[in-house]
Every structure is written in C-alpha cells, then in structure tokens.
C-alpha cells in the first residue's frame, strides 16, 4: 500500500509531536500540527489562540449553559444582539474541514485533531497512536514545562489525556485508546527516533 497521509494521536509528554517532525522530514511530507490551528483561525477569522483553546478539548453542557447565560445577560443589558461565537462545534466542523482538505491536496503527516477518525475510511491513510511509560512522559514534561513537582506534571499528563479521550468520544464516538483506530500503537520508551523508524518500517514494509 502506497501511503500519502499518516495521522498521529499521542498521549501528553509522549514526544508524539517529535515523532512527527522526525517522520515528516525523513518522508519530506508537510507537517500539520500547529499550522493546522493557524488555518482553522484564518477559516474561522480568530485568534490562533482562541483556535488554540478549543483544540482536541470540550466544555460539559453546565459549562457551556453558564457561558451561554453570561453572555445573554451582558448582551440584553448592553441592547445587542450577538452572533454566534467561535465554539466547539464550529472548531470541530472547521478542523473536518482542513483535515479532509490536508488529504485531498498533499502528503502530511497530521497530528492529532481527530484526524484518525476523520480519515479512517481512507485506504492511503496510515494512523499511529504514540504512547510510554508514565515516568518517560514526566521526565519529558519535567524538561518541557520547567516544572519539578511529579504530582502537578502528572495532573497536567491526565488532564491533557482526559481531555483528548473526552474529546474524540464526544466528537466521534470513539475511545480514543482502541486500537482498532490505527494501524499502529509505538510506545516511544527507547526514543523518538526509533519509534519514528518503527513506524517508517510499518508503513514502507522495508
């Protein structure tokens, strides 16, 4: 099978994003990661970082009503009639959107924003989820984010992961873990570089 798309999901601190630069450059494909944030804010006319707070995350229904009730309130005291806001929804239909373009027009390496569900029906589409052991992923994030305490890197590694796998199940119905979503799952514990080269061989058969 000749590959044109390969899409990674990856838990916080796996070094998934490495992994995809390292891909990206060896297949000389175009790499979507931050860029695909930048592309849903032009789409969507934001902020990147507006895009940036919405991405792969969601708000509960009490969340959302509170924001909805907070925003009605000041509107009628102002007299104005607001239009509807950059919000989960629209940031989910704009990242469908840009994923399927990604696929249609290069090849990419796509990371994350659901693009394994996205794009599962698509034959030339290779999914890898990119995971290691909890005390690889501290250390990564210990180096990453400058912060020594092991109880608040590991409260950020499942808050990001909670986030993610809340995310693809409310967005797609889909645990984000099964396995039957990709075609891969590489744990990164003896380094990035060689679950890149793992992957490589599992896509190329060499």
């Not at 590959?3 to 796996?14: H, K, M, N, P, W």
């Not at 890197?153 to 499942?158: G, I, K, M, N, S």
């Not at 396995?179 to 599992?202: K, Q, T, W």
Request: proline share 2%; charged share 30%; aromatic share 6%.
């Amino acid at each position: 099978m000749d590959y044109r798309v390969l899409t990674i999901a990856r838990e916080f601190g796996s070094g998934g994003a490495s992994v995809a630069r390292i891909l990206a450059k060896e297949l000389g494909w175009k790499l979507l990661d931050r860029e695909l944030i930048e592309q849903i804010a032009g789409a969507a006319q934001v902020d990147a970082d507006l895009v940036s707070h919405h991405d792969e995350c969601t708000k509960s229904m009490i969340e959302r009503m509170r924001h909805r009730a907070v925003r009605a309130g000041a509107a009628v005291s102002l007299g104005v009639v607001l239009k509807d806001p950059f919000n989960e929804k629209r940031m989910t239909e704009l990242s469908r959107h840009v994923v399927e373009q990604a696929h249609a027009n290069c090849h990419c390496v796509i990371v994350g924003r659901g693009a394994q569900c996205i794009l599962r029906n698509q034959p030339d589409v290779f999914h890898v989820f990119v995971y290691a052991p909890l005390a690889d992923r501290l250390r990564t994030l210990r180096a990453r984010l400058g912060i020594d305490a092991e109880a608040e890197l590991e409260r950020r590694a499942h808050s990001a992961d909670t986030e993610r796998a809340y995310y693809l199940k409310r967005v797609y119905g889909e645990n984000w873990r099964d396995p039957l979503l990709y075609n891969m799952m590489v744990s990164s514990h003896e380094g990035d570089e060689r679950a890149a080269r793992a992957i490589l061989c599992a896509m190329t058969g060499q």
